[in-house]
């Protein structure tokens, strides 16, 4: 019950659009929402072509859902200053993703914040 | 522009013509004894250095959309109704396959190049790909004797303050960008410039088989301080599978 899922749906305003960061298509997510999820992440894979972080999620019944959430490559996100350990398992987090469309426990990432209330994105700075 | 679009038909007649057309330019560097180097000419710019190209005609493929043969239109608007629908058709990059010319041009990567007077090459941080312009005045090869590769056999010869790079002998494994198919009569010439801004890329696409007329693109390229680093597209860390209907699928 600590965890919940918060689901906000927003026009998508970033710069650069998750195409241009995948080497595959977007078209599986969907950009025009952005969901917020709090979690625990239970495995941080830092590795091309992309990099991954999966979050448990616990429902407001009690349920766990794991999410995988999509990353860009390793990369551009060290160019962003993600780093192989920025993220360990047991971390509790908060993660705005795009949605996959077909509704399975997934996204594209968005945004993050950190347990020391730092927010990341892949953003490149400069 | 009509002379470099045939080159691909004539390779041997091709290399003569642009001969001619480099005798305007004014200055040339030969070393007599070698017909190679004949062809050579002055340098209008150096591309040495670290480059990003730019959004947003960076992403994904080139606009404006490609002046489409009917039944290539059909399979194009297959790929933009199925994509829209969240599906990931026809998406090979997202298999690990390499990319090639000219879809390697349009991921948002950063890429090195370095430039002698013989010889320009682009390596591409997006899958560790390497691209060789020759300038060295060499002519394509016969067609007979073409081996398709995915970045194609590059030529490239210097047209006053442009750069005019010839590209033919791509193989057809990869779309042009995706849902737009080539056949191995894809001729690519590309006329680069630099600007104040940057340099600039303008690509001209040709394959009577697939587009009704020269495809006519262009991307445009900052200067990066970003060092490159190495990226491979490994499909034991790749989360996707395409299924029976070739839609790409995370697992």
Same mark, same amino acid.
């Given at each position: 019950?600590?965890?919940?899922?918060?689901r906000?749906?927003?026009?998508?305003?970033?710069?650069?659009?998750?195409?241009?960061?995948?080497?595959?298509?977007?078209?599986?997510f969907?950009?025009?929402?952005?969901?917020?999820?709090?979690?625990?992440?239970?495995?941080?894979?830092?590795?091309?072509?992309h990099?991954?972080?999966?979050l448990?999620?616990?429902?407001?019944g009690?349920?766990?859902?794991q999410?995988?959430?999509?990353?860009?490559?390793?990369?551009?996100?060290?160019?962003?200053?993600?780093?192989?350990?920025?993220?360990?398992?047991?971390?509790?987090?908060?993660?705005k993703i795009?949605?996959?469309?077909d509704?399975?426990?997934?996204?594209?990432?968005?945004?993050?914040?950190?347990p020391?209330?730092?927010?990341?994105s892949?953003?490149?700075a400069? | 522009?009509?002379?470099?679009?045939?080159?691909?038909?004539?390779?041997?007649?091709?290399?003569?013509?642009?001969?001619?057309?480099?005798?305007?330019?004014?200055?040339?560097?030969?070393?007599?004894g070698?017909?190679?180097?004949a062809?050579?000419?002055?340098?209008?710019?150096?591309?040495?250095g670290?480059?990003w190209?730019?959004?947003?005609?960076?992403?994904a493929?080139?606009k404006? #959309?490609?002046?489409? @043969?009917?039944?290539?239109?059909?399979?194009?608007?297959e790929?933009?109704?199925r994509?829209?629908?969240?599906?990931?058709?026809?998406? @090979?990059s997202g298999?690990?396959?390499?990319?090639?010319?000219?879809?390697?041009i349009?991921r948002?990567?950063?890429?090195?190049?370095?430039?002698t007077? /013989?010889?320009?090459t682009?390596?591409?941080?997006?899958?560790n790909?390497?691209r060789?312009?020759?300038?060295?005045?060499?002519?394509?090869p /016969?067609?007979?004797?073409?081996?398709?590769?995915?970045?194609?056999h590059?030529?490239?010869?210097?047209?006053?303050d442009?750069?005019?790079? &010839?590209?033919i002998?791509?193989?057809?494994?990869?779309d042009?960008?995706?849902?737009v198919?080539?056949?191995? @009569?894809?001729?690519i010439?590309?006329?680069?410039?630099?600007t104040p801004?940057g340099?600039? #890329?303008?690509?001209?696409?040709d394959?009577?088989?697939?587009?009704?007329?020269p495809?006519v693109?262009?991307?445009?390229?900052k200067?990066? &301080?970003?060092?490159?680093?190495?990226?491979h597209c490994l499909?034991?860390?790749?989360?996707?599978?395409?299924?029976?209907?070739?839609?790409?699928?995370?697992?």
């Amino acid at each position: 019950m600590r965890f919940h899922i918060l689901r906000i749906s927003l026009a998508a305003t970033l710069g650069l659009s998750s195409a241009a960061w995948a080497h595959h298509s977007a078209a599986m997510f969907d950009a025009t929402k952005t969901n917020t999820l709090v979690g625990t992440v239970t495995q941080y894979q830092f590795e091309n072509p992309h990099a991954w972080i999966y979050l448990m999620v616990v429902n407001p019944g009690g349920t766990q859902k794991q999410y995988s959430i999509e990353m860009t490559s390793p990369n551009l996100l060290q160019r962003a200053g993600w780093r192989p350990a920025t993220l360990k398992p047991g971390d509790r987090v908060t993660v705005k993703i795009h949605p996959l469309h077909d509704g399975s426990n997934g996204g594209s990432f968005v945004e993050i914040t950190l347990p020391d209330g730092k927010v990341m994105s892949q953003q490149r700075a400069g | 522009m009509a002379q470099e679009l045939k080159c691909w038909l004539v390779a041997a007649v091709c290399a003569p013509l642009m001969a001619g057309a480099l005798l305007t330019t004014p200055a040339r560097a030969q070393s007599p004894g070698d017909p190679a180097s004949a062809a050579v000419s002055k340098p209008a710019f150096d591309l040495t250095g670290t480059w990003w190209v730019t959004q947003p005609e960076g992403a994904a493929g080139f606009k404006p #959309d490609p002046p489409l @043969k009917p039944e290539a239109m059909k399979v194009w608007q297959e790929v933009n109704r199925r994509r829209a629908a969240g599906e990931n058709f026809r998406d @090979k990059s997202g298999l690990c396959l390499p990319e090639g010319m000219p879809l390697i041009i349009t991921r948002v990567y950063p890429i090195e190049v370095h430039q002698t007077a /013989k010889m320009v090459t682009i390596i591409y941080e997006y899958e560790n790909n390497v691209r060789w312009i020759y300038l060295d005045g060499r002519p394509h090869p /016969k067609p007979e004797d073409i081996i398709p590769t995915y970045m194609g056999h590059s030529i490239g010869h210097w047209d006053g303050d442009t750069l005019v790079v &010839d590209t033919i002998g791509m193989n057809t494994e990869p779309d042009i960008q995706p849902g737009v198919p080539h056949t191995a @009569k894809l001729h690519i010439v590309e006329r680069m410039r630099l600007t104040p801004e940057g340099f600039v #890329d303008q690509i001209t696409m040709d394959d009577p088989s697939i587009l009704e007329k020269p495809w006519v693109t262009q991307k445009r390229y900052k200067k990066s &301080d970003a060092e490159l680093q190495e990226y491979h597209c490994l499909l034991e860390n790749n989360h996707f599978t395409v299924d029976a209907d070739g839609v790409l699928r995370p697992h």
